[in-house]
């Protein structure tokens, strides 16, 4: 059974210019990458939980913000790792420069034996649609093409 994560696609309209929220990975791995780096806020769940609910838990762990309102279901996406990505759409408005991420540890530098603490997330920020394709990995771009076509019906 492949992985599973649970995610959030926070999107705002400003100025009639629809603006998804994302998140920069923290840690040495990711430092210097930017296009094609970021992610919506996600995170792996068990399968005897609430996907919606990891989904929110999530999101407050990488961003220390809770998101509320009325989420829509969008299709499932699978990364090349082949993990299958559940994500639900809410539109909100959170400050992206007080965000407040988890961290995690690694051996760092590898096979110094000496371990290091990273943030989870490093950076997060409000991109338009366009800007958005660009810096989120390419497997999560349908998610934002999905919201799109949602919203643009409605």
Request: hydrophobic share 40%; proline share 6%.
């Amino acid at each position: 059974m492949p992985k599973q994560s649970a995610g959030i696609l926070l999107y705002r309209n400003i100025n009639s210019q629809l603006e998804v929220f994302l998140v920069h990975p923290g840690g040495p791995f990711f430092k210097n990458k930017d296009a094609g780096a970021w992610s919506i806020p996600k995170g792996e769940f068990l399968d005897d939980e609430d996907p919606l609910q990891a989904a929110k838990r999530e999101f407050l762990e990488e961003t220390g913000q809770q998101v509320e309102g009325d989420f829509i279901k969008l299709s499932p996406i699978k990364l090349k790792s082949g993990k299958i990505v559940h994500a639900w759409a809410v539109e909100g408005d959170i400050d992206d420069n007080i965000i407040v991420s988890n961290t995690f540890e690694i051996e760092w530098p590898p096979r110094s034996g000496k371990m290091a603490s990273f943030p989870e997330v490093d950076r997060a920020g409000w991109f338009g649609v366009d800007e958005a394709c660009v810096k989120l990995n390419i497997a999560q771009v349908g998610l934002i093409e999905e919201l799109s076509s949602i919203l643009n019906s409605a």
